[in-house]
Nanobody, 113 residues
Framework: QLQASGGGLVQPGGSLRLSCTAS????????MGWYRQAPGKQRELVAD???????NYVDSVKGRFTISRDNAKYTVSLQMNSLKPEDTAVYYC?????????WGQGTLVTVSS
């Protein structure tokens, strides 16, 4: 239902853009978001966005990451700038589709020189 893409290896200070597309028979999409899980840590919310475009970010990414969505294309994106080694994690997209929560498969982001 959710397919994520865009992860990879990037040097500190670099940028990556993650995208996630919902598919299937969809008649309602509410909140969409991105979570991440670093090795040995719990999964945490990175950013989410309501259907109307209101956004919310974890403090550690404010000013560096931007979440956006295209309701017509059922996509949510995460533009990540000024990446730091501590941003290294598996990133998961999430969405409330047809009044149920779904997760994407995860995409690995590695920030390293």
């Amino acid at each position: 239902q959710l397919q994520a893409s865009g992860g990879g290896l990037v040097q500190p200070g670099g940028s990556l853009r993650l995208s996630c597309t919902a598919s299937g028979r969809i008649f309602s999409i509410d909140n969409m978001g991105w979570y991440r899980q670093a090795p040995g840590k719990q999964r945490e919310l990175v950013a989410d966005i309501t259907r109307g475009g209101r956004t919310n970010y974890v403090d550690s990414v404010k000013g560096r990451f931007t979440i956006s969505r295209d309701n017509a294309k059922y996509t949510v994106s995460l533009q990540m700038n000024s990446l730091k080694p501590e941003d290294t994690a598996v990133y998961y997209c999430s969405a409330a589709l047809n009044y149920r929560g779904y997760w994407g498969q995860g995409t690995l982001v590695t920030v390293s020189s």
